[in-house]
C-alpha cells in the first residue's frame, strides 16, 4: 500500500455505535455523530488518504449487527481501513468481522518511508489496557524489520498519564514495556491513541505522542473524576513526511458543539 508523499492519514476513534442506530451515549446519537466525522473527514481532506486508522471501542454493544454495519460503510471508501480494539469491544466478533480486505484487524502496513503498527490493548471485562508478551514480540519483529523506516504506532489505551486521575488508572498498565520496546529500536516517530475522548500533543523522549477525541462526546481534560466535556466530535488528520516529522490536527465539527454539559450515561442507573 503505497500513495504520493505526504502520507495522509485519517484516524477516528471511540465511535461507540450500536445496532440499534437511534442508541445514545452521553446524549449523543452515535451513529449520527460517526457519520458526521466521516462525512467531513472525507470531504475536506487535503489530498488524497492512504488509510483510515479507526483506534478502538467501534462498538458499545459488541454486537455482530454494529461490526457488520461498520464493516459495510467503511468498506465502500475505497481505501485500507486499520482497526483495533477498545475496551468495550467482543474482541472475538470485532476480529472476524473486520478482519477482510480493505478491512485489516491489528495489522501493520507500509506507505514509502513509514511503517504503520496497529496494537491490541485489550483485556477482556477490563477497562485498563495490556500489551501482552505475544503483542510485544510482535511489535518488536515489526520495528526491526522496519528499522529503516519511520514508524507510527497505534493502540487504544494511553500509554502515558493523562493527568485524571480516573482516568488514568484505566490506561496502559505496561506502559513502561511499551516504553523500553521504542528506546530499544529508535524508529519509532509518533505514538497515537483514543479511549481518552479528549486531544492532546505532547513530545516523550522524542516522539510525538498524540491522543485523540471520539467521534462521539468528550471527557473534560484534568479532572480528579469523570466530567462531560461541552467539546463536540472530533477526528484527526496526520501527514507523515520522509524526514520523520509528523504534521496534524484534530478537527471539530463545531455544529455539533453541545449547549449543556452531556450526562455521564455510565453512572445512571
Given at each position: 500500500m503505497t500513495g504520493a508523499f505526504p502520507v495522509r492519514l485519517l484516524q477516528l476513534t471511540d465511535p461507540h455505535l450500536y445496532a440499534d442506530e437511534s442508541r445514545e451515549l452521553y446524549g449523543i446519537n452515535t451513529a449520527a455523530s460517526f457519520r458526521a466525522a466521516l462525512s467531513k473527514g472525507l470531504a475536506e481532506a487535503p489530498g488524497p488518504l492512504d488509510a483510515i486508522l479507526v483506534t478502538g471501542d467501534i462498538a458499545e454493544d459488541g454486537q455482530r449487527a454494529t461490526y457488520e454495519r461498520f464493516h459495510s460503510i467503511m468498506s465502500g471508501l475505497g481505501r485500507p481501513v486499520m482497526c483495533i480494539p477498545g475496551n468495550?469491544?467482543?474482541?472475538?466478533?470485532?476480529?472476524?468481522?473486520?478482519n477482510s480486505p480493505p478491512l485489516h484487524f491489528c495489522g501493520s502496513a507500509s506507505f514509502q518511508h513509514w511503517r504503520i503498527v496497529m496494537l491490541d490493548s485489550h483485556v477482556p471485562g477490563d477497562d485498563a489496557g495490556w500489551l501482552d508478551e505475544k503483542e510485544l514480540a510482535r511489535l518488536d519483529r515489526e520495528l526491526a524489520a522496519a528499522r529503516q523506516q519511520h514508524v507510527l504506532v497505534g493502540l487504544h489505551h494511553q500509554p502515558i498519564p493523562m493527568g485524571s486521575?480516573?482516568?488514568?488508572?484505566?490506561?496502559?498498565?505496561?506502559?513502561?514495556?511499551?516504553?523500553?520496546?521504542?528506546?530499544?529500536?529508535?524508529?519509532?516517530?509518533?505514538?497515537?491513541?483514543?479511549?481518552?475522548?479528549?486531544?492532546s500533543d505532547r513530545l516523550h523522549n522524542g516522539r510525538r505522542m498524540?491522543?485523540?477525541?471520539?467521534?462521539?462526546?468528550?471527557?473534560?481534560?484534568?479532572?480528579?473524576?469523570?466530567?462531560?466535556?461541552?467539546?463536540?466530535?472530533?477526528?484527526?488528520?496526520?501527514?507523515?513526511?520522509?524526514?520523520?516529522?509528523?504534521?496534524?490536527?484534530?478537527?471539530?465539527?463545531?455544529?455539533?458543539?453541545?449547549?449543556?454539559?452531556?450526562?455521564?450515561?455510565?453512572?445512571?442507573?
Open positions: 468495550h469491544e467482543d474482541l472475538p466478533t470485532l476480529s472476524s468481522v473486520l486521575p480516573w482516568l488514568d488508572t484505566v490506561g496502559l498498565q505496561n506502559g513502561a514495556a511499551l516504553e523500553a520496546l521504542l528506546e530499544k529500536h529508535g524508529n519509532v516517530r509518533g505514538v497515537l491513541w483514543g479511549h481518552v475522548h479528549q486531544a498524540l491522543s485523540t477525541p471520539s467521534t462521539c462526546a468528550q471527557f473534560t481534560p484534568n479532572t480528579q473524576t469523570c466530567v462531560m466535556d461541552l467539546r463536540p466530535p472530533a477526528f484527526r488528520w496526520l501527514e507523515l513526511l520522509p524526514d520523520g516529522e509528523i504534521h496534524t490536527e484534530v478537527v471539530w465539527l463545531d455544529e455539533l458543539r453541545q449547549t449543556a454539559r452531556p450526562p455521564d450515561s455510565r453512572r445512571e442507573p
